[in-house]
C-alpha cells in the first residue's frame, strides 16, 4: 500500500523556520521524481519545489527561491523541505508528491501538513 507521510507543520512567526518532512512507502521511491506542493487558503494547489529521482537536479517556484530547499534521502524513502525566512503568505498546507518518470498515472499525494506563519 502506498503512503506518504508529511510532518513538521505548524505555527511560526514571520521569518521563522520549519522543515517538513515526508515519509514514503509501498513503492520503489528512488525511482520517483518528488516535489512539494501546497494550497494556501483560497488558492489553487501550486508547486513549490521538485527534486529528481537521484537528487541531482531540483527546481522551486520564484515565490520561494532563495528561502527553501528541497532535498531527499533514497536510503530512508523521505523527502524535505528545508523552509526559511517564512512570509505569512507561505501559510498553506503542504502535500508531498511522488511521480513516476515514464508512467504518469503513477503518481501519489500524501494528505498534507499544514503551516501557519502568523505573529
Known amino acids: 500500500q502506498v503512503q506518504l507521510v508529511e510532518s513538521g507543520g505548524g505555527l511560526v512567526q514571520p521569518g521563522g523556520s520549519l522543515r517538513l518532512s515526508c515519509a514514503a512507502s509501498?513503492?520503489?521511491?528512488?525511482?520517483?521524481?518528488m516535489s512539494w506542493y501546497r494550497q494556501g487558503p483560497e488558492k489553487e494547489r501550486e508547486l513549490v519545489a521538485v527534486i529528481t529521482s537521484g537528487g541531482g537536479r531540483t527546481n522551486y517556484a520564484d515565490s520561494v527561491k532563495g528561502r527553501f530547499t528541497i532535498s531527499r534521502d533514497n536510503a530512508e524513502n523521505a523527502v524535505y523541505l528545508q523552509m526559511n525566512s517564512l512570509k505569512p503568505e507561505d501559510t498553506a498546507v503542504y502535500y508531498c508528491n511522488a511521480q513516476h518518470p515514464v508512467y504518469a498515472y503513477k503518481t501519489y499525494w500524501g494528505k498534507g501538513a499544514l503551516v501557519t506563519v502568523s505573529s
Open positions: 509501498g513503492f520503489t521511491f528512488s525511482l520517483y521524481a
